[in-house]
């Protein structure tokens, strides 16, 4: 063991969560497993924390196995205690994660910023010749170089997942449930958010979701100051092969309401035909309650 850690039980009191965890812990069906594995066999390896203010610890690795112990009923967990800095614990943090079967879009996008950042502090400030302003040097420094080669991405695929925490928290979960492809979500990064909601809004009406063209369509004429609502729903509105017929409708109480077993292309007729029968109704009560 090295000097400056130990192996102790530490009260699940005294342990709060990191700052800013980039990883879901989620109480599902994985949850449900490790605690049952716990109860049976214990805790096979102990969770990583590191000293800071008033008698606290701070979780560097084990934030799921943390929570299953509390699910499990215990007050203690074995912890290994380590003396590290901020940007130490973070680098520690990310890497053993990374390291997990399955890791969601979000979850790279904010750890591998994470992770950047907290080299570039130790390395420097950034260059001049920054070639992202809106976010760390991704070309030909050391950090990023380090972090390609240890999770086997490439340097440009980094990038890509560090664009993706300018999305809007709704578009973030398309990516992670694989309804938005990773190009045209990078693409969708560089929009403001209130284009982006647009956009969400289109993507409803219209069942569909952009393109890769079409994101970069967009980039574009937001670039050349024209993006505006309108042409997000042109945009949005143009057929795609394997595209669901849309509804006529933008509110689904419309579309609900209207039999299954009528097609959509008989939709408007079946609600003016509707409407037609109802008015007839009217009328009828109206006469009858002058008579």
Same mark, same amino acid.
């Given at each position: 063991?090295? +000097?400056?850690?130990?192996?102790?039980?530490?009260?699940? &009191? #005294? @342990?709060?969560?990191?700052?800013?965890?980039? %990883? *879901? =812990?989620?109480?599902?069906?994985?949850?449900?497993?490790?605690?049952?594995?716990?109860?049976?066999?214990?805790?096979?390896?102990?969770?990583?924390?590191?000293?800071?203010?008033?008698?606290?610890?701070?979780?560097?690795?084990?934030?799921?196995?943390?929570?299953?112990?509390?699910?499990?009923?215990?007050?203690?967990?074995?912890?290994?205690?380590?003396?590290?800095?901020?940007?130490?614990?973070?680098?520690?943090?990310?890497?053993?994660?990374?390291?997990?079967?399955?890791?969601?879009?979000?979850?790279?996008?904010?750890?591998?910023?994470?992770?950047?950042?907290?080299?570039?502090?130790?390395?420097?400030?950034?260059?001049?010749?920054?070639?992202?302003?809106?976010?760390?040097?991704?070309?030909?420094?050391?950090?990023?170089? +380090?972090?390609?080669?240890?999770?086997?991405?490439?340097? &440009? #695929? @980094?990038?890509?997942?560090?664009?993706?925490? %300018? *999305? =809007?928290?709704?578009?973030?979960?398309?990516?992670?449930?694989?309804?938005?492809?990773?190009?045209?979500?990078?693409?969708?990064?560089?929009?403001?958010?209130?284009?982006?909601?647009?956009?969400?809004?289109?993507?409803?009406?219209?069942?569909?979701?952009?393109?890769?063209?079409?994101?970069?369509?967009?980039?574009?004429?937001?670039?050349?100051?024209?993006?505006?609502?309108?042409?997000?729903?042109?945009?949005?509105?143009?057929?795609?092969?394997?595209?669901?017929?849309?509804?006529?409708?933008?509110?689904?109480?419309?579309?609900?309401?209207?039999?299954?077993?009528?097609?959509?292309?008989?939709?408007?007729?079946?609600?003016?035909?509707?409407?037609?029968?109802?008015?007839?109704?009217?009328?009828?009560?109206?006469?009858?309650?002058?008579?």
């Amino acid at each position: 063991m090295a +000097e400056n850690e130990m192996l102790t039980d530490v009260p699940l &009191t #005294q @342990i709060r969560d990191f700052l800013h965890h980039p %990883y *879901l =812990v989620k109480d599902d069906e994985s949850m449900d497993e490790l605690v049952e594995s716990i109860k049976e066999r214990g805790l096979i390896q102990p969770v990583i924390i590191r000293p800071v203010e008033d008698g606290m610890y701070e979780m560097v690795s084990g934030h799921r196995r943390k929570r299953a112990f509390e699910i499990a009923g215990y007050d203690k967990i074995p912890a290994r205690v380590k003396e590290m800095s901020r940007d130490e614990a973070i680098l520690s943090m990310v890497d053993s994660n990374l390291q997990r079967e399955t890791v969601l879009p979000s979850e790279k996008a904010r750890a591998y910023k994470m992770r950047l950042d907290a080299l570039r502090r130790q390395a420097g400030r950034p260059t001049k010749n920054n070639s992202d302003p809106t976010g760390p040097n991704l070309t030909g420094t050391r950090s990023n170089t +380090e972090l390609a080669a240890e999770v086997k991405e490439s340097e &440009t #695929q @980094i990038k890509r997942y560090i664009r993706l925490n %300018y *999305l =809007v928290p709704e578009m973030l979960d398309l990516v992670d449930e694989g309804k938005v492809a990773m190009r045209p979500a990078v693409e969708i990064s560089y929009l403001p958010e209130e284009i982006q909601y647009d956009l969400l809004e289109a993507m409803e009406y219209n069942e569909a979701t952009p393109s890769h063209d079409q994101t970069i369509r967009m980039r574009k004429a937001y670039q050349e100051g024209n993006l505006t609502t309108e042409v997000v729903e042109n945009i949005m509105e143009e057929p795609k092969p394997n595209q669901r017929e849309k509804s006529p409708f933008r509110d689904k109480r419309i579309e609900g309401a209207i039999p299954k077993g009528v097609p959509k292309e008989k939709y408007c007729d079946f609600v003016i035909k509707a409407i037609e029968f109802y008015n007839r109704y009217l009328e009828r009560v109206k006469e009858n309650r002058s008579r």
